[in-house]
């Protein structure tokens, strides 16, 4: 029982469970995972302590979980998956194994804050544009810039019904790949931003906090260069490698090896 006081253990079941609902997870899998806090002996154990399969990482390692008596011993078994939004334990029964199981209120949402404010600016002669201001904190499995990154990408996502709904004519541009192997149109095009490649937002944002500005640059790195940078995952290597492809590049070139590229061209509707 929740309510329950365990031999050797300073807090009752109770406070144990609140301050493992404050325990943040990073989860990559959909699979649902087992985790595991035994210890024996006076002392206090932290979030640090729970072990895991190695692919859960915790965020808070400082958070509180229990303390010990000199006679005391723990050995609790946990599952967490993702999920989205708050869940209450009701719903999270499904997972329990049989007696001895409590199910308990889940919250994935990585924002603990947001805060906004427009203010009256200036730009050049005109004193009539709006300056957003926005303030997001994170439980910090996520960082603000990629929160917001994410929200304007499922907002875009959402909104997209609208520019295609029934009867409305959407106007899209033709485009053709052409190659080009003039020299000095193949070292003005790999001296542009790598914005250009026309890749996911999450993407680019990763290149320029590595600093990787111009095409030319992103080229130039190898692989596993690429990999020590912070953010970088596999499905971002690979989303950068397929977009070079369809260009004709690939990583750990060398600029004078580049000798033809294939540009994206807008083709005309006139007949």
């Known amino acids: 029982h929740p309510f329950t006081a365990i031999h050797g253990v300073v807090e009752d079941a109770l406070d144990i469970i609140l301050n493992l609902k404050k325990v943040k997870l990073k989860i990559d899998s959909y699979e649902p995972k087992e985790l595991r806090l035994k210890s024996e002996g006076e002392g206090m154990l932290f979030a640090r302590d729970i072990k895991t399969d190695g692919t859960v990482e915790i965020i808070n390692?400082?958070?509180?979980?229990?303390?010990?008596?000199?006679?005391?011993?723990?050995?609790?078994?946990?599952?967490?998956r993702r999920?989205?939004?708050y869940v209450l334990a009701e719903e999270n029964k499904k997972d329990e194994k049989g007696a001895g199981w409590f199910a308990i209120d889940s919250f994935?949402?990585?924002?603990?804050?947001?805060?906004f404010d427009v203010q009256n600016t200036r730009v050049g002669e005109r004193t009539d544009y709006d300056k957003l201001i926005m303030e997001i904190w994170t439980d910090g499995s996520i960082t603000p810039e990629d929160a917001l990154v994410q929200a304007a990408e499922i907002l875009i996502d959402q909104l997209r019904i609208f520019v295609a709904f029934e009867g409305a004519e959407v106007k899209k541009e033709k485009?053709?790949?052409?190659?080009?192997?003039?020299?000095?149109?193949?070292?003005?095009?790999?001296?542009?931003?790598?914005?250009?490649?026309e890749i996911s937002t999450r993407a680019?944002?990763?290149?320029?906090?590595?600093?990787?500005?111009?095409?030319?640059?992103?080229?130039?790195?190898?692989?596993?260069?690429?990999m020590k940078k912070?953010?970088?995952?596999?499905?971002?290597?690979?989303?950068?490698?397929?977009?070079l492809a369809e260009l004709g590049l690939s990583l750990g070139m060398k600029l004078e090896e580049v000798q033809k590229i294939k540009k994206k061209v807008r083709v005309s509707d006139e007949t």
């Open 175 to 197: 485009y053709q790949m052409v190659e080009e192997t003039d020299k000095d149109e193949i070292k003005e095009y790999l001296m542009k931003s790598v914005d250009e490649l």
């Open 108 to 115: 994935f949402s990585p924002i603990v804050k947001v805060n």
């Open 230 to 243: 912070k953010n970088f995952g596999r499905t971002t290597l690979k989303e950068i490698k397929k977009k």
């Open 204 to 226: 680019a944002n990763c290149l320029r906090a590595a600093g990787i500005r111009t095409i030319a640059e992103l080229i130039q790195l190898k692989e596993g260069d690429i």
């Open 61 to 80: 390692l400082d958070q509180h979980i229990l303390t010990l008596a000199p006679e005391g011993k723990v050995d609790i078994h946990m599952i967490a």
């Open 83 to 85: 999920g989205r939004g």
